[in-house]
């Protein structure tokens, strides 16, 4: 594994980090600098992220130990090395995660901000008014109305193909990071706005065929750049305005935010975390814990609302 490929390694997980969760510029650099240093050892190893082991990178923390730095940027380290490392197994750079138990002084992982009901609406409302014409106000509320309904990863989302959302299916075949397949049922005023959606999408694309001759997108959310669909910039700049449209603080609102909107209202409302689990496609149930306090809220209110003894 060259240094190049290690620097592709460190910018794709920043780039996906910048587009999903909206992580702020010092933040990156952080990330950055940490994983350079973690890069730079290896390297002085003769080895890389891809055949990295846990005893490598438990040795590489021993060392930032013995050097006297402190718990906090320690903690920061590994958080960085967990990050990295989830991402490459979700991404099928890795077939494991070698960082999954390795302990330290981390701090235990909590949630964002988690968005409320109201405004989760509100979003929802103004992407049905947010676009100059009637197919952009189609296309952002279908774009949310899947997000909410969903929780899929924002890659995951602008990347669907049109032939995954045809003939009104009550479920959605998501393929997800690891080429892994998972069923995710469609609420129906997504399925609305799909079908709404895909009307305006149909007629540009056989404009587009009759005018220049062009081959139909496979994607539902088409573009003419590189990718041929909507970038996970792009819909991170859209899903900002829509916030702003909505009279809300763009600063809380990620496409992230709303995959743990998604998550926190259903167990809210009683959904089982192993389902979430599946879900959110998550490889390993100790992702989808950071959830958990939600359930502690549920069980306490469910023993002081039904226990006798908790009864006047």
Request: with cysteine; hydrophobic share 45%.
């Amino acid at each position: 594994m060259t240094a190049a490929t290690h620097r592709r390694w460190i910018a794709t997980f920043l780039a996906a980090k910048a587009a999903e969760q909206g992580a702020a510029r010092n933040t990156q650099l952080a990330y950055e600098r940490d994983l350079r240093d973690v890069q730079a050892y290896l390297e002085r190893r003769g080895s890389g992220f891809a055949d990295a082991d846990r005893a490598m990178l438990e040795a590489y923390l021993t060392q930032l130990d013995a050097a006297g730095l402190a718990p906090a940027t320690r903690a920061r380290r590994l958080s960085a090395i967990k990050q990295l490392y989830r991402f490459a197994h979700e991404e099928g750079w890795r077939s494991d995660n070698p960082a999954l138990q390795i302990k330290g002084p981390g701090k235990r992982i909590t949630l964002p901000d988690t968005l409320g009901m109201a405004e989760v609406d509100a979003l929802l409302a103004a992407a049905e008014t947010h676009g100059k014409t009637a197919a952009e106000r189609a296309r952002n509320t279908c774009l949310m109305q899947l997000l909410y309904a969903t929780g899929l990863r924002v890659s995951e989302l602008v990347s669907l193909p049109a032939s995954a959302v045809r003939g009104a299916p009550q479920m959605l075949l998501v393929r997800g990071k690891g080429n892994k397949e998972r069923l995710v049922p469609l609420s129906r005023p997504a399925q609305a706005a799909i079908t709404l959606w895909l009307g305006h999408r149909d007629a540009a694309q056989e404009i587009r065929k009759l005018e220049s001759g062009t081959k139909p997108s496979a994607f539902l959310f088409p573009s003419h750049g590189a990718a041929g669909h909507m970038t996970r910039v792009r819909f991170f700049t859209l899903i900002k305005a829509l916030a702003a449209t909505a009279g809300l603080d763009p600063a809380r609102i990620t496409p992230h935010g709303m995959r743990h909107a998604f998550a926190t209202h259903l167990l809210h409302n009683g959904a089982d975390l192993r389902a979430i689990q599946t879900l959110l496609g998550h490889a390993d149930i100790a992702t989808t814990e950071i959830y958990t306090h939600i359930l502690d809220d549920r069980l306490k209110r469910l023993v002081l609302d039904n226990h006798p003894l908790a009864k006047d």
